[in-house]
């Protein structure tokens, strides 16, 4: 009698007990399961479900991926835009520098002192407005009666499907043969049972 295949269309579950991953052995309550005539289960770490050499997510946007070129081409941007000036190895920029350095400093410190000032001076607003605040809220707002009955429905999550890459997919076809094999095997050893010893003696 020749079994049914599995197939490679796993939907995403979450369970209440935490099992060890099929892949890293943490613990955890995500599991992928298919629906069909041969049912196959397993637990996974969600981690798992965004690597591309484990799965893919069928329909449904994918998830951006990141290249390795895309940080290459940020990275020359910066080194050649214009407002970036190139660093210099002369004692003459090092100078200049550590000068307009020093300058940068005390003029630094005229614009904290007027920096202080404003802040008070938004303090004193902040609690005048605090204060017509109050006033406003003293008095009841009108506001429209809402039903506490109504609720807002949101739409159903679906769950989502996987395809499992084709190494991971045959550990799983190898398991659910080696199951089907142990059954089978019980199975017989239990119908063709060797005779038992007699016991009495044969006259």
Not at 78 to 102: A, C, F, M
Not at 130 to 136: A, G, L, P, R, V
Request: with cysteine; net charge positive; glycine share 4%.
């Amino acid at each position: 009698m020749a079994t049914p295949r599995l197939q490679n269309s796993y939907s995403l579950r979450t369970s209440q007990q935490d099992r060890p991953c099929f892949i890293c052995n943490r613990l955890s309550n995500a599991v992928l399961t298919t629906d069909g005539l041969s049912p196959d289960w397993f637990y996974i770490c969600r981690p798992h479900l965004d690597d591309q050499g484990f799965c893919s997510v069928i329909g449904g946007t994918p998830p951006p991926s990141l290249s390795l070129d895309a940080p290459r081409k940020d990275d020359k941007k910066k080194s050649y835009s214009p407002e970036v000036k190139p660093e210099s190895n002369s004692v003459t920029d090092l100078v200049t520098g550590i000068g307009s350095g020093i300058w940068s400093t005390l003029t630094g410190a005229k614009k904290e002192e007027e920096k202080k000032d404003d802040k008070k001076d938004d303090k004193k607003d902040d609690k005048d407005d605090k204060e017509e605040k109050k006033s406003k809220s003293k008095s009841p707002p009108l506001s429209p009666t809402v039903s506490p009955t109504r609720t807002l429905s949101s739409p159903p999550v679906q769950s989502r499907k996987y395809i499992l890459h084709r190494d991971i997919f045959y550990l799983r076809e190898r398991e659910s043969i080696n199951k089907q094999e142990k059954k089978r095997a019980s199975e017989i050893l239990q119908k063709y049972s060797f005779p038992a010893v007699p016991k009495t003696i044969p006259q």
